[in-house]
């Protein structure tokens, strides 16, 4: 049902946020609104260099206690303090399948991250980082059939 495929993700500075107990149900209204505030944040620090990308922190999947990371890359390294975390994601390779927005939601997503997952394990890859989403489209605007992010694994 998904295709496997890899990447090379370059060294970047990333502006974050990061909380913890978010429910699922709130999970969408929650990514849009740090979305668009690092988006915006961004602006003042050369404008946002690639995809947006949540990292989901945690071991086990809780749908009532969920702790995401929000990202968005920017050009330009902040001189001074900002109102966001700002750190530097390590370049890394990603095992990730591409989905479309009605894919992107429960139980559909799931079955997304549940697909790589299982690749490295088939394939005796290791994460070396929290599995992500990558967003790379407008969601209010793709249509259901559209691709609009990848679920991503970071493997070592």
Partial sequence: MFLIERREVADQVVLCERHEQVRQDDLADHLRAAMGRLTQLAEQHGGVAGPTFTIYRGEDFDPEN??????????QEPAGPVAALVRREPAHHEVFVRVTKSQSVPPQVGEAFAAVAAH?????????????EVYFTDFTTAGPDDPVMDVAFVVK
Avoid at 120 to 132: I, P
């Fill in 66 to 75: 969920i702790t995401v990371e929000t990202c968005v890359p920017i050009h």
């Fill in 120 to 132: 490295l394990e088939q394939h005796g890859l290791v994460e070396a980082d929290a599995a992500r």
